[in-house]
T-cell receptor
Framework: AQKVTQAQTEISVVEKEDVTLDCVYE???????LFWYKQPPSGELVFLIR??????QNEISGRYSWNFQKSTSSFNFTITASQVVDSAVYFC????????????FGAGTRLFVKA | DVKVTQSSRYLVKRTGEKVFLECVQD?????MFWYRQDPGLGLRLIYF???????EKGDIPEGYSVSREKKERFSLILESASTNQTSMYLC?????????????FGPGTRLLVL
């Protein structure tokens, strides 16, 4: 069965600190897709990134970077030099190739960035 | 840009009332989803639809029904609202029938059942 675990419920940092949000997943499929979404206070989840199971290259987009490691079933998200605007709830999610349209979301990590 | 709109941001209803939550997407997406979001539980799928008049149960369909009469509109119905249905409800859509499709979300409806 598929499962996504975000063990960190809340994280609080001071602006300009680096912060890593952890995501551990479980799946029996060999083909699957991992996502990160951001939910700012406005409520609307916004897509950040998608990786497929065959692409373990790390990704960097500005201050955001993602570390995908199949050996540990992890897909961690790092924000470098955090800003107050990064304050949000972040969700990690998993879709399996055999799972059809279903996407399983983790419980989310609430990030507070203080000025 | 894809836009997903939900009819209300906040709703207050009484126990036993019939509640309709409406969702509209403007990008001709095949799939539409209803989730509820509760603290510590993340997003849980209630129902989804991959075509007009088609629906599939998600993980927590009990107490809910859905309707998709037009491609752009997906309604969530609480036949008889109960206090344990107090939650944030999120609608989403995605383009095609592939697991790698990105979902686009509405702003959510925060429902309070008294």
């Amino acid at each position: 069965a598929q499962k996504v675990t975000q063990a960190q419920t809340e994280i609080s940092v001071v602006e300009k600190e680096d912060v890593t949000l952890d995501c551990v997943y479980e799946t029996r499929d060999t083909t699957y897709y991992l996502f990160w979404y951001k939910q700012p206070p406005s409520g609307e989840l916004v897509f950040l990134i998608r990786r497929n199971s065959f692409d373990e290259q790390n990704e960097i987009s500005g201050r955001y970077s993602w570390n995908f490691q199949k050996s540990t079933s992890s897909f961690n998200f790092t924000i470098t030099a955090s800003q107050v605007v990064d304050s949000a709830v972040y969700f990690c999610a998993l879709s399996e190739h055999t799972g059809g349209f279903k996407t399983i979301f983790g419980a989310g990590t609430r990030l507070f960035v203080k000025a | 840009d894809v836009k997903v709109t939900q009819s209300s941001r906040y709703l207050v209803k009484r126990t036993g009332e019939k509640v309709f939550l409406e969702c509209v997407q403007d990008m001709d997406h095949e799939n539409m989803f209803w989730y509820r979001q509760d603290p510590g539980l993340g997003l849980r799928l209630i129902y989804f639809s991959y075509d007009v008049k088609m629906k599939e149960k998600g993980d927590i369909p009990e107490g809910y029904s859905v309707s998709r009469e037009k491609k752009e509109r997906f309604s969530l119905i609480l036949e008889s609202a109960s206090t344990n249905q107090t939650s944030m409800y999120l609608c989403a859509s995605s383009l095609g029938r592939l697991p790698q499709e990105t979902q686009y979300f509405g702003p959510g409806t925060r429902l309070l059942v008294l």
